[in-house]
């Protein structure tokens, strides 16, 4: 019994030695009152006999060595929705697995949660938007490490878009994803966790978002697949994400107009043919320098003349769907600070 009056399910004679099919309850009874069972502790270790695990509807912990060396479980291992957490070793050690399904209200992994499970061959997911999220301490954790293969809403990723909600891909996210072709993280990330797309040796495209301001070390180590790296980025950074400088020669960095002296500046990205097309879409950059000044209004004010081709997607600053001199007012006001 838990000081809250819930129950943590822990290890006796009958977890030990009970056989097949295993049914977590969603309560027990103790004393004329019912009880929510949201933990598990330590319950199953070693029972090599029970074939099968449904967990009850109120578990939220599946805590430390729960399910350790239970070599029994076979299939895919269903995790509920509703648990948080996942100790350490708590499913070490359990051969048979061939899946696990990972919830989106799952937020951490402990210490070899899933070491030696090498039967994995699939995680499945439904929201990537938390698994982007989620925090392995180490890549041992990460099922993937084994599994190799992931799947959303039952189809592999293997053109991977991050949602605008997220803002930093955590440590070991995608490690060792061999079947990844291309990554692109929109422009809500800020931060690229340690070895995050770790192996993924067929990852050939990778689109940085302008809002990236660190990557951690090793986060594309032995990416060999890897030819174009588009960057938004308008004050690119040293990183050591891609310690493996054999290929950079072979890989073309596209980057947006003006700023190439900056990428030559910082390691690694001078390794790469480097090449200008990339368009910006920042509010009042009509000439696409990266920057929102004064030669911005002398761009759209030829524009507005005929002086050079109109181009309504950067020249219409005020939203109107026309390009005159309202946006000529609308530019000057941004570049002032005038809201």
């Known amino acids: 019994m838990n000081d809250d009056g819930t129950v943590t399910l822990v290890g006796n004679y009958y977890s030990r030695t009970c056989s097949g099919p295993v049914v977590i309850p969603d309560r027990v009874l103790y004393q004329g009152t019912f009880h929510n069972v949201t933990a598990i502790r330590n319950a199953f270790y070693g029972n090599n006999n029970i074939t099968a695990v449904t967990f009850g509807k109120n578990i939220r912990n599946i805590d430390e060595y729960s399910f350790y060396s239970c070599e029994g479980l076979t ?3 269903a995790i509920p929705e509703g648990v948080t957490n996942i100790g350490k070793f708590a499913f070490g050690d359990c051969h048979g697995l061939t899946g696990v399904s990972i919830p989106k209200s799952l937020t951490s992994v402990g ?19 938390a ?5 392995f301490h180490s890549f041992r954790d990460n099922p993937l490490c084994f599994a190799h293969h992931l799947y959303l809403n039952g189809t592999e990723v293997q053109n991977l878009e991050i949602p605008d909600d997220v803002t930093y891909i955590s440590d070991y996210a ?18 690229i966790g340690d070895r995050a797309f770790w192996d993924c040796t067929n990852l050939k495209t990778i689109t940085l978002g302008k809002n990236v301001k660190d990557i951690k070390n090793d986060a594309f180590y032995n990416c060999v697949g890897l030819t174009d790296i588009y960057s938004y980025i308008m004050e690119p950074f040293t990183t050591y994400a891609f310690t493996d400088v054999s290929f950079y020669e072979v890989v073309t960095l596209h980057v947006p107009k003006g700023t ?16 200008e097309d990339l ?15 004064v030669t911005d209004i002398t761009t759209l004010v030829n ?11 950067r020249a219409d600053v005020d939203g109107d769907g026309k390009v005159n001199v309202s946006d000529v007012t609308a530019l000057i006001n941004l570049i002032l600070g005038i809201s």
């Open 75 to 77: 299939g895919t291992l």
């Open 303 to 313: 524009m507005i003349l005929g002086v050079v081709p109109k181009d309504e997607t």
């Open 260 to 275: 190439t002296d900056k990428y030559k500046r910082h390691y690694p990205w001078y390794w790469c043919t480097i090449v």
């Open 279 to 293: 368009v910006t879409t920042e509010p009042g950059d009509v000439n696409g320098d990266g920057t929102v000044n």
């Open 131 to 135: 698994w982007c999220r989620l925090r």
């Open 111 to 129: 210490e070899y949660a899933f070491y030696d499970c090498e039967g994995l061959t699939a995680v499945y997911i439904t929201d990537l938007a």
């Open 174 to 191: 995608f490690y060792e994803c061999p079947n990844l072709l291309s990554m692109s993280t929109g422009d809500g990330v800020d931060t």
